[in-house]
T-cell receptor
Framework: KAGVTQTPRYLIKTRGQQVTLSCSPI?????VSWYQQTPGQGLQFLFE???????NKGNFPGRFSGRQFSNSRSEMNVSTLELGDSALYLC?????????????FGSGTQLSVL | SQQGEEDPQALSIQEGENATMNCSYK?????LQWYRQNSGRGLVHLIL?????REKHSGRLRVTLDTSKKSSSLLITASRAADTASYFC??????????FGTGTRLQVFP
């Protein structure tokens, strides 16, 4: 079974631009969660999608958005990039997305905002 | 906001020694999980312990959970250089997302 795939692996953008990150979950997994990881803040929860619906949302500004497609693939978008958005963005999938399951993580997208 | 906090933030040991990491959390949980992250990569699930369990083993890993103290510990016995990584605890409740702690950076010297 293929693991969680995130693309691209690395991304360099400039302030004010927007970016779209992609995540393909493990086959059969319907829940996709996104996390932002920075050295100072650790892993911060962005949002979680299940069956194309956003089910949970973290404390991030509206510039951060996401969606999930019928095949469970998910994208997250960050608009009007700021320097502080530089981080490793991690996607994780699970079967049902409850807090009782283990998560399977992708390798992440390293975003650098210049 | 972080639910869990790991202690210590960083740990350096020699190969063959045991490594112990602690995690404290704030609210009631259904389970607590430990994950490992190699530098700049995704997290890998290590072990899940449910709130009604006190101890769990998996290979060289031993996890304890004390719900009265809202704390957990991860023990890695006979450490190897390949165990060098960051270790995170994560707490879960029924319909809520997993919330991760701040992590412990473990360095195992050969």
């Amino acid at each position: 079974k293929a693991g969680v795939t995130q693309t691209p692996r690395y991304l360099i953008k400039t302030r004010g631009q927007q970016v779209t990150l992609s995540c393909s979950p493990i086959s059969g997994h319907r829940s996709v969660s996104w996390y932002q990881q920075t050295p100072g803040q650790g892993l911060q929860f962005l949002f979680e999608y299940f069956s194309e619906t956003q089910r949970n949302k973290g404390n991030f500004p509206g510039r951060f958005s996401g969606r999930q497609f019928s095949n469970s693939r998910s994208e997250m978008n960050v608009s009007t990039l700021e320097l502080g958005d530089s981080a490793l963005y991690l996607c994780a999938s699970s079967l049902a997305g409850t807090g009782n399951e283990k998560l399977f993580f992708g390798s992440g997208t390293q975003l650098s905002v210049l | 906001s972080q639910q869990g906090e790991e202690d210590p933030q960083a740990l350096s040991i020699q190969e063959g020694e045991n490594a112990t990491m602690n995690c404290s959390y704030k609210t009631s949980i259904n389970n607590l999980q430990w994950y490992r992250q190699n530098s700049g990569r995704g997290l890998v699930h290590l072990i899940l312990i449910r709130s009604n369990e006190r101890e769990k083993h998996s290979g060289r890993l031993r996890v304890t959970l004390d719900t009265s103290k809202k704390s957990s510990s991860l023990l890695i016995t006979a450490s190897r250089a390949a165990d060098t990584a960051s270790y995170f605890c994560a707490t879960g409740r029924n319909t809520d997302k997993l919330i991760f702690g701040t992590g412990t950076r473990l360095q195992v010297f050969p």
